[in-house]
């Protein structure tokens, strides 16, 4: 295996990172849009700003993608590549049909799929669970830190978006509507910004993971051992004793940076579902809706968590509309978007186990 492969991979995280910047940054910035506080130009633009810096926060979620979910010693260039080629796909198909679909969860699909053809079917090659010691949500694997949180994170998104909503209808009560919206239209610029940061924070990570997760594979592979002495900062390990390989500057400025370019792209199918069809926004929802989520991404970037930033700002937003009234909320909507949550870790996870399966019958893959 030589270096020049492990550079194509590299390309294809930064694609899929470009997408998740047009196709998960959409929902960080769907809500003040379409509240009218910012134009789309005017929304792109913190987004971008916001994601960047974001990105530069912390490593902890990177680790879990990089050595936390699969056995390493699986995970050749062709399996991460075909892992993220799956998820490219299963992104680009709910961006076409306008549903905010997991990113997180598509990249979580097409990995342990990928991995589990790589390895003929041996089941133990996905790390399930690894429980800690003391506290329960500090467990590893993908039962605690993808399968629980799936569940988890949207749920009380949905009941935090609630209860903010509802403590902002009975402390506001006695101001008139246009007050309302003119104080909380300044105040989601700082609630969208805080979304957009902690977005950042979280998504710009998963792919930062994945790509150490290719140098680390290359590295033990001896790929870089004839590659030209400048390209020596790219070999990549997991130091003794360590949970995960440290995650380099170069990685994350990268990452952040192509997560920004993607951003500026817009992503407007999402946009309009998330803002616009499924329940009516005005500042103070959105306000509302951007700090739940917000809230609940913030913990789980602390806790070392890929949560979904879609699953969550959706769920806020449902919360949000359901505090005015159950039947502000298009369910009819929301039903086509749970659809596509549950489906995104089995479609992408199935695409990139044919195709490992596809090119072992052709013996590209051994």
Known sequence: MGFELILLVVLVALVFE????????????ATVVATKVL???????????????????????AKTISSGLVDTKVVTQEVIGIALFAGIVWNLLTWYWGLPSSSTHAMVGGLTGAALAASHDNWSVIIWSKP?????????????KIVVPMFTSPVLGLLLGFLIMGALYFLL????????????????????????????????????????LALVAGTTAGAFDNAPEWMGFLKTTIPEGSKGPEIALWIKVVCAIIMC??????????????????????PVHGFAAETASAT??????KLGIP??????????????????????????VVERIV????????????????????????????
């Open 296 to 301: 609940m991404i913030l913990i789980a970037t």
């Open 173 to 212: 009560r006695n101001w008139r509507p246009h007050w309302v919206n003119s104080v909380f239209g300044r105040m989601q610029i700082v609630s969208s910004a805080a979304m957009g940061f902690m977005h950042g924070s979280n998504d710009a990570q998963k792919t930062m993971g994945i790509i150490a």
């Open 339 to 366: 659809w596509a949550w549950i489906l995104t870790i089995p479609v992408s996870g199935g695409l990139a186990y044919l195709l490992v399966r596809a090119l072992q019958v052709v013996d590209v893959i051994k």
């Open 132 to 144: 800690a010691a003391d506290h329960w949500w500090k467990g590893g694997g993908m039962l605690w």
């Open 261 to 282: 370019a993607g951003t500026a792209v817009g992503g407007w199918r999402i946009i309009k579902t998330l803002g616009h069809k499924m329940v009516k926004l005005h």
């Open 18 to 29: 470009f997408i998740n910047g047009f196709h998960d940054t959409a929902n960080s910035i």
């Open 39 to 61: 134009s789309p130009r005017q929304a792109i633009a913190l987004a971008a700003i916001t994601n960047l810096l974001g990105a530069l926060w912390g490593t902890a979620v």
């Open 307 to 332: 949560v979904s930033t879609t699953h969550n700002i959706t769920a806020a937003v449902m919360g949000v509309g359901a505090s005015k009234r159950l039947n502000a909320v298009k369910w009819s």
